[in-house]
């Protein structure tokens, strides 16, 4: 027999072998052999499981946006019935008011639309960025950033881009003022 049959005869026709041997040496009977062939293939098993590689977790590509106030300057809540991201093929319906969104970015595009749908009209953001792509290793494959976000075409009365800005971590990337 030749191919996957023959090999797979031939295996147990020396496991066999192999039994008589251990069954010949010190008393050992054939649960004895058995016991040491399937502790053999656990640690076989686990030994090629292992992996040494460790990749980096998904990267978040997200912008965050303050709303506030025009005349105050200060953070105000915004109800949203929904946003929708053109860009990300999404779509987002809040119930809450929030002074603060993050939103998804795609990062196969340099850009994504935002629609807010709030108090029956209509707004939309434009907001532009970079992507990065980073070859990690043969194993990770690459990894997406997002550097440089600021804004295109808005209907927001003012909006400003926090990108040249030393910011902390939880400020937004861009503050919308109505």
């Known amino acids: 027999m030749t191919g996957y049959a023959g090999s797979f005869l031939y295996f147990f026709g020396e496991m066999n072998t ?13 649960t004895c052999s058995r016991r040491i062939i399937i502790a053999g293939l656990a640690v076989f098993s686990i030994t090629v499981a292992c992996d040494d590689t460790i990749c ?54 340099d850009s994504t639309l935002f629609i ?30 997002i550097d440089n976000i600021h804004t295109g075409f808005t209907t927001f009365p003012e909006v400003i881009s926090n990108n040249e800005v030393p910011r902390q971590q939880n ?6 003022y109505f």
């Not at 251990?22 to 050992?28: E, P, T, V």
């Not at 005349?71 to 002074?99: H, N, P, T």
């Not at 792509?133 to 950033?145: E, H, L, M, P, R």
């Open 56 to 109: 980096p977790g998904p990267l978040s590509s997200v912008v965050q946006l303050s709303f506030n106030d025009i005349q105050s300057r200060e953070r105000k809540y915004l109800k949203v019935d929904s946003i929708i991201a053109l860009g990300a093929d999404s779509v987002f319906y809040l119930d809450d008011s929030l002074a603060l969104y993050t939103l998804p970015l795609d990062h196969t595009l």
């Open 116 to 145: 807010f749908m709030h108090d029956s009209e209509a707004d939309t953001l434009v907001v532009r960025y970079d992507p990065r792509f980073s070859f990690v290793s043969k194993d990770c494959g690459f990894t997406a950033a």
């Open 171 to 176: 400020d937004p990337d861009i503050e919308i």
């Open 18 to 30: 192999f039994d008589r041997k251990l069954n010949s040496m010190q008393g050992c009977g054939i």
